[in-house]
């Protein structure tokens, strides 16, 4: 498997190691899948017990059916601003904003998330549900991975306050997550670059038969 680490816009600005934490973010196509509601569970929970910590939610509304309850949680929550669908220099500032991504997919195709590679990228801890190859990218430095049959809020809760309560712990959480990233691409690049070279090096198909003539030679070959 070649990470999704290799197929991401790398950060728009050197990305930092976060000091403390300030702000929470959600980024995907907002679906119920995608565990929108869950996040915003916890970051209701999490707002409210830290007074000085905020929340971002970002990406496009795909699920229409969500939208009257999602928007009537958004507007009465004054902890939580939604910015929408973001994309380039929009995106790249958005985790720059953010210092805790949380993600509590639950949909049944996760795979190895973008939107987790990205976050480790710009020095964003995640904490995340183990669906797919979450754990694989997680594990390794960055982050918490929630067990599928946990709690996910309960857990994200907890972890959270936990490093909004011990900077020093959280700081070396967002060290881990940049050099979590920088280990995953030099570790899957060389493994694209060899499939890249593999299939160019791949024989061209030979013609269907339609276009042999009756001795089997190609196309006008057998006129010259």
Not at 110 to 117: C, K, L, M, T, Y
Not at 134 to 152: C, L, P, Y
Not at 159 to 184: M, Y
Request: some cysteine.
């Amino acid at each position: 498997m070649i990470s999704n680490s290799t197929n991401i816009e790398p950060p728009n600005h050197q990305p930092k190691v976060r000091s403390s934490l300030r702000t929470i973010g959600f980024i995907s196509h907002i679906t119920r899948s995608k565990g929108v509601f869950e996040f915003l569970d916890v970051a209701e929970r999490v707002c409210g017990t830290c007074q000085d910590v905020r929340a971002l939610l970002a990406g496009p509304i795909e699920d229409s059916s969500i939208r009257p309850v999602l928007m009537q949680r958004l507007r009465g929550a004054s902890w939580l601003t939604y910015i929408g669908p973001v994309g380039g220099e929009t995106k790249s500032r958005f985790y720059a904003e953010i210092d805790a991504f949380v993600f509590p997919t639950r949909h049944a195709d996760e795979a190895d998330p973008r939107v987790i590679n990205e976050a480790l990228a710009h020095g964003v801890a995640v904490i995340a549900r183990g669906r797919g190859c979450i754990s694989s990218a997680v594990n390794s430095g960055g982050g918490t991975v929630v067990r599928e049959d946990a709690d996910f809020v309960e857990e994200a809760e907890r972890q959270l306050i936990e490093w909004h309560q011990n900077p020093v712990l959280f700081s070396s959480v967002s060290s881990a997550a940049l050099a979590n990233a920088a280990r995953l691409r030099a570790e899957h690049l060389p493994r694209l670059d060899a499939l890249i070279s593999a299939l160019v090096s791949l024989p061209s198909p030979a013609p269907p038969p339609s276009q042999r003539n009756d001795d089997g030679s190609r196309g006008n070959e057998s006129s010259r």
